[in-house]
DNA sequence: CGACCATTTGATATGGATCAAGCGATGTGG
DNA sequence: CCACATCGCTTGATCCATATCAAATGGTCG
């Protein structure tokens, strides 16, 4: 893990709550009840999980809060790979390094767990071998779908996003967003500007309400579909 | 396999000419030396060799020709999501279909091998487990790259373009292209006239050399790389 | 209350798309 | 063997979506 985290990281004793933590969704087993494998580390908000290039000794299991990984590249733009909520596993990787950075977006808690371990159970059982692979499928399913996304139009990029965190969150309707604009802009490969523009041209279409920055209600969700087809 | 597939493929005798086709990249030692595992079977310029949303029975690896992968949105626009070169394995998926579809670029002969085998002796042997999860892996890796050219501008993207295809095939400094301006558009998130402009950009620049428009002479590579960075 | 930061809104600039025409290689039929 | 059609590519002119630059607004915390 990296050094950073140290300094922003409360190691503590596993969460008392961690209430929406077993969504079907990119779990392994591993990291199943008995989670004795690894251990539970809180994470500050904007503290960083793991950095690129280091190497990547854990995998990680979001159980509460969110997490963003990214990449900055030269002219420092900064890319969002991917937002983990709850239930997320996420930090899997084959080479020894970590390819993206990890953060924590909110105040998380983070079950951690020995990716030797993982890598050694994968070698013993082979129901655990295929869930590894399982779980590397999905990275790289979502990775496609994200791809796709980036060559779409500013309001079909938007859309997308908004669809998929409310499908994520469950929460039918409306969307508690843990991230600021600039990690959706940076995700969409937008500016903030055009996110803001884009919401607001949602609103006044009548498509979602904007009660708060960070609260969206989908009101007319044929509108986005439209725009996500 | 695909249904269009059987009236434009040639499912012939191996091939006597398969001369680069033991890259180390995307290897699968499934694919190795005793390929009694599967048969090789010959594809038409453009003809389909799989396409989206049909059952991925199949995993296949170039033993000669060029393939690409792409999907086509539901404005019409298509996205190219891989060029397959000589040693690449392809059509790899967790899913039981194929979330895009493949095309032979030039005439091609493929190495075909039913996933169910492959699957069967990863369950066997976890070597090969590990393998069909490096190659996964190693596929995720390709499309997080992808995705970082398209947030970058047209003349990054070339470039990468060309570095990627110079470094692929590696015949030091001259490149021949398989692929037409409108796959390298569509690979890259951009149009024809601006994947051209831009090449005779670096022309002028001196660059590269455009001796024909499918063969390319990488003349200063640091200027290049400049851009890729 | 006032400072600060995130977000929104406004005005302008620009990179690449679009529309349109020209060019060069390849192949075909007279 | 040469006109001519065709196709892939290049070049030119214009337009437009989104970036950029700039300022206003609003929510949060001391």
Redesign the interface.
């Known amino acids: 893990m990296a050094n950073k985290t140290q300094t922003t990281a409360h190691a503590t004793q596993p969460p008392v709550d961690n209430g929406n933590c077993d969504l079907p969704r990119n779990t392994l087993s591993l990291f199943g009840t008995d989670s004795h494998m690894g251990a539970t580390i809180y994470f500050d908000q904007n503290s960083e999980i793991y950095g690129e290039n280091e190497p990547a000794d854990y995998v990680y299991k979001v159980l509460s809060g969110t997490v963003r990984t990214y ?1 900055v ?2 002219d420092g ?1 900064r ?1 969002v ?1 991917a937002f983990y909520l709850p239930g997320d596993v996420f930090g899997l ?3 020894d390094e970590h ?2 950075s990890a953060e924590a977006i909110t105040d998380s808690s983070i079950l951690v767990v020995k990716r030797s371990a993982v890598i050694a159970q ?2 013993r059982d ?1 129901g655990v ?2 869930e ?3 779980a ?6 979502r ?2 779908d ?3 996304l ?3 139009n500013a309001q079909e990029r938007v859309a997308a996003f908004l669809l998929e965190m409310a499908d994520r969150s469950q929460a039918g309707g409306a969307i508690e967003l843990p991230m600021s604009r600039q990690d959706i802009a940076d995700y969409l ?1 937008l500016t903030i500007e055009t996110v803001s523009r884009t919401l607001t041209h949602f609103e006044t279409a009548a498509a979602i309400e904007l009660p708060r920055s960070r609260r969206i209600v989908l009101r007319n969700r044929s509108v986005l579909n439209k725009l996500n ?1």
Request: hydrophobic share 45%; proline share 0%; glycine share 8%.
């Open positions: 990449k590249l030269n733009r890319q790979g990787e084959i080479g390819t993206f994968a070698a082979n071998a295929r590894l692979w399982a590397t499928a999905r990275e790289l399913r990775t496609q994200h791809l796709l980036l060559i779409k490969g087809a």
